[in-house]
C-alpha cells in the first residue's frame, strides 16, 4: 500500500495540495483518555503527518467502556506507547513521538518547545489545564481545549465556541473564571456540551489517590458513556484539521 492508496480518499475530498500540507504538519495531543485518544485517531486517519502524544497514565480496566486503546491486552500499557503504535498501523510514514509525561508547570518548558502547528488539551487534571492553555496563549499556539465531557449521554448537545460563548458547561464555568484571574478572557476554541449535568448513580466516595507524578485523583470519580467523549475528540480533530487547512468558519 502506498500513502495516496492509504489516504487517496482523502484526497478526493481535499486535493494533493491539502493532502501535502497537513502531511507536514505537527500536532499535540495533550491527555489521552476518552477525548484524546479518538482525537489522535482521527488525526492519524486525517493525515496528519506529525503526532506528538502525552500522557503520563497506563490503560486501566475502568478505561474499557469509552478509550479507544483500551482492551483486554492493552490494560497495564502506557497509554501514549498503546496509541503511538496505532498510529504507526494505521499510517507506517507517521511520524508519532508518545511521551508517558505530566504535563505541568514544572514540563511545559520542555513538552511546548517541540515547534507544534496545533495542540489539543484533552487534559482533566484543571490545574494542568489552566497552565497549558494560558502557556499556548502566551506562546501563539493554536488550541481547542475540551470542557466536561463527563456525567452526558447526549452526543446532539456538543458544541463548539470560544470559551467566552460557552453556557451550561460546569468545567467551562471554572475555566472562564480561572483564566479571567490571570487576565485571560477567551480567545481560543473549546469544544463543550449543554446537556444538563446527569446526578451520579453511586454517590460512594472513593479515598483519594496519589500518584508519582503528583496528580491526585477525584474523590468522586465522575460517570462516563462510550459516546459523548469520542464526539468530544473526533471533534476537536475536525477543528484541528479545518483550521490547519484554514477552512472558512
Do not use: W
Not at 486525517?46 to 506528538?52: A, N, S
Not at 505530566?102 to 502547528?117: C, I, K, V
Not at 490571570?182 to 449543554?194: E, Q
Amino acid at each position: 500500500m502506498t500513502n495516496h492508496n492509504r489516504f487517496s480518499r482523502l484526497e478526493l475530498l481535499l486535493g494533493a495540495d491539502n493532502l501535502k500540507r497537513l502531511r507536514h504538519s505537527s500536532v499535540a495531543v495533550f491527555g489521552l483518555g476518552g477525548v484524546g485518544s479518538f482525537a489522535v485517531e482521527a488525526l492519524a486517519r486525517g493525515g496528519i503527518g506529525r503526532l506528538t502524544l502525552v500522557d503520563f497514565d497506563q490503560v486501566d480496566i475502568t478505561n474499557l467502556n469509552r478509550q479507544l486503546h483500551a482492551l483486554d491486552t492493552t490494560i497495564g500499557r502506557p497509554k501514549a506507547l498503546v496509541l503511538a503504535e496505532r498510529c504507526r498501523l494505521i499510517n507506517p510514514a507517521i511520524a508519532v513521538e508518545p511521551l508517558q509525561a505530566f504535563y505541568s508547570a514544572d514540563s511545559s518548558e520542555t513538552l511546548l518547545a517541540r515547534g507544534f502547528d496545533y495542540v489539543l488539551d484533552c487534559i482533566d487534571h484543571i490545574t494542568s489545564k489552566l497552565h497549558l492553555i494560558e502557556s499556548c496563549l502566551n506562546r501563539n499556539l493554536a488550541l481547542i481545549s475540551s470542557m466536561g465531557a463527563a456525567n452526558k449521554l447526549d452526543p446532539t448537545q456538543i458544541r463548539v465556541s470560544d470559551l467566552a460563548h460557552t453556557h451550561k458547561c460546569r468545567l467551562a464555568r471554572i475555566i472562564r473564571r480561572e483564566l479571567r484571574r490571570r487576565h485571560i478572557h477567551g480567545g481560543f476554541k473549546v469544544v463543550y456540551s449543554t446537556e444538563d449535568f446527569r446526578p451520579l448513580s453511586d454517590t460512594r466516595r472513593r479515598p483519594a489517590l496519589q500518584t508519582a507524578a503528583g496528580y491526585q485523583e477525584r474523590r468522586a470519580p465522575l460517570g462516563s458513556s462510550s459516546v459523548v467523549p469520542p464526539v468530544f475528540g473526533l471533534t476537536m480533530a475536525g477543528e484541528a484539521i479545518r483550521d490547519l487547512l484554514q477552512e472558512p468558519v
